[in-house]
């Protein structure tokens, strides 16, 4: 396969990491960035290290001037992994926020200002394989306009998010016909989960003829992360018995805090909302219902509090039923299982796109086909 | 994705179970079967029902007179799977042999007899996407030469094996100019071991940026499948502390008796010299060297005397140590973990190949490229 080149449009929390991984995988040339107040493009390939030196703890963030979009409440962007939020509202960015001129991507001496950073890595986008797209979570349809954006300057190519919003495959799915017309391959919920966790699921399933049930179970410890993501907790508590995303949403700081303190700091959720369910039946692996998904969320330990595991019980062709197993490792970190899938599917989603596969796709679906 | 067309070349256990799994299978059309008496095709698909029921218990055996080869010990195909066989001189076949002209696929109102049966498929290779070879194991280099048959008349499309011989990739590397010439993807070691389970070792390598040591460990129960399998037995021995492959081919039947008595029927093998390195190596997840294959076999009990399960210990990103783990429920058989894979592995072979990468493949290098 020849080298990919990417773009990362956001360099948040997701962004950074994703540039940072980049250097440890074959093949993969990051050669655009851009957040709110700037761009930098280097077709021969960003320098990742004065890149991200120059930005570090220093992000822009705040409304993306480009899109005229207004941001949602900022939260961070544990809410790719582990499925910790149903992620209405969550953001891929994180990080320490910053504003004004100087902030950002500028501050690189790679970095050029401007008032229309996604523009103008469109306009440059002739030479690039694939867009990830690690932007701040900002209205429902935020990510599908993007998409429509690079659909409506004929982009032939792959973008990739790491969301895990239902509600956004639906809406992408509706704009399908422009993202075919143009050649666009678009990857949607490509970081840990529903990314990686459908992705063992799929795997999983390839001893069975008939897969009756998908169990996933994650586990986030969230202690020094905690306050850059009180809004996805509160997402998240909106799965609990007795709550849902309206009365979650009008809690006061002081009432979550409260219920957190209830909970001694461990949230435990079942059949959450999630979009694994969706995308698991879109790659044909089981039917939508039979998929739950579930964890334990512990804000006062970063130590996960149960193990995140993946469990696919089928039907062999011989008539035997068994449940094959997915599991992680406490110690690797929801980044790390947000940002190397993503990179991975996104090499994946190149191979597919160049094979003519245009449309909008699960993660699942890029693994082996069964 | 389009539908795919496959052949399958063999119609042994491998190849009958393939054209029963397909059944189960979304958008896999069998349109052409083989064996050495006899050739089916039907460019609308095969009528795999009546194909599997007039060819039960009568599977043509013996030399492959269209190749001119002759065959091995006939054994079976449980090589395939569990690494139970460093698999030199183990088929791909098995299954009630039988020989003489009504035998095999010409019992099938189907099939056809013929004195060339490969060459009858590759004649009609231009409208299939692609061909499993399910071949009884005969000479080493009877795959790559098969393969370079097809090459030899510009066969553009997918040719899969389901075999694990470090020796046949080594063979197919040296004709992959041809292969690349003429528009050939061939996916080496697609069924269980090295295929399912290095798959899964790249799947949970996505966690880690450096990955320090595979372990894969398998178990294989084979009481009902001894007789068959004896001289994929014999092959193990090779593995044994005090043994190599020469010591092993030389000793009696009565001698392989006394030894497996002398184990109880259960034989345990460490440090394989196995394909999995290899493949592993290839698809860039880690050297060869840190890759270990060992498993338990027990010839007295169809139950797996040990769980299959794919250790990945690696380094995050973020500097964690780590070992993702992949588990085979005991109750899925060698036969579902072969065969599931291998179809799976086809597909994903055929938008290769519409993408047009051409050559040599190993399993995990289909997978999502980390």
């Known amino acids: 396969m020849d080298d990919t080149t990417f773009a990362v449009l956001g360099t948040g929390g997701i962004g950074r990491r994703t540039l940072d991984v980049a250097r440890h995988k074959d093949g993969l040339t990051p050669v655009a960035a851009c957040d709110r107040n700037g761009v930098a493009i280097d077709h021969q390939g960003l320098d ?9 703890g220093n992000i822009a963030s705040g409304p993306d001037e480009a899109s005229g979009d207004t941001p949602a409440t900022p939260t961070s962007d544990y809410a790719s992994d582990g499925g910790a939020a149903a ?13 004004g001129e100087g902030a950002g991507i500028v501050a690189s001496e790679q970095g050029e200002p401007t008032d229309a950073p996604i523009d103008d890595v469109i306009a440059e986008s002739d030479a690039i394989d694939a867009v990830l797209l690690a932007l701040p979570n900002l209205e429902h349809d935020f990510i599908p306009r993007i998409a429509e954006r690079f659909a ?9 998010d790491v969301l895990k919003r239902s509600r956004v495959i639906g809406m992408l799915d509706d704009r399908e016909e422009a993202l075919v017309e143009s050649g666009i391959t678009f990857v949607c919920g490509a970081g ?19 897969v009756e049930e998908v169990k996933i179970w994650w586990g986030v410890g ?8 009180r809004g996805t907790v509160r997402e998240d508590i909106a799965h609990l018995d007795g709550y849902d995303v309206e009365t979650a949403r009008e809690m006061s700081e002081g009432e979550i805090e409260a219920l957190v303190d209830e909970h001694d700091g461990v949230l435990e959720f079942r059949d959450m909302e999630h979009a694994d369910d969706v995308l698991l039946e879109r ?4 039917d939508a219902e039979d998929v739950t998904v579930g964890g334990v969320l512990d804000v006062r330990s970063d130590e996960k509090p149960t193990t995140t595991t993946v469990r696919v019980t089928g039907r062999t062709f011989d008539g035997e039923r068994g449940t094959n197993a997915f599991e992680l490792d406490d110690a690797t970190s929801m980044e790390a299982n947000v940002n190397g899938p993503a990179l991975g599917y ?15 796709y699960g993660p699942a679906e890029i693994m082996p086909s069964f």
Do not use: H, M, W
């Open 48 to 56: 990742v290290d004065e890149l991200l030196d120059a930005t570090e």
């Open 87 to 99: 992620a209405e509202g969550a953001t891929a960015g994180g990080g320490v926020k910053q504003a």
């Open 152 to 160: 409506d300057a004929s982009y032939e190519g792959v973008l990739v």
């Open 192 to 210: 840990a989960t529903p990314g990686f966790l459908t992705g063992a699921a799929a795997l999983a399933a390839q001893s069975f003829v008939e």
């Open 222 to 229: 969230l202690k020094s992360g905690y306050e850059d993501n």
């Open 283 to 286: 790659a044909g692996i089981c």
């Open 346 to 360: 996104l090499k994946a989603a190149v191979l597919r796109n160049r094979a003519g596969d245009y449309g909008v």
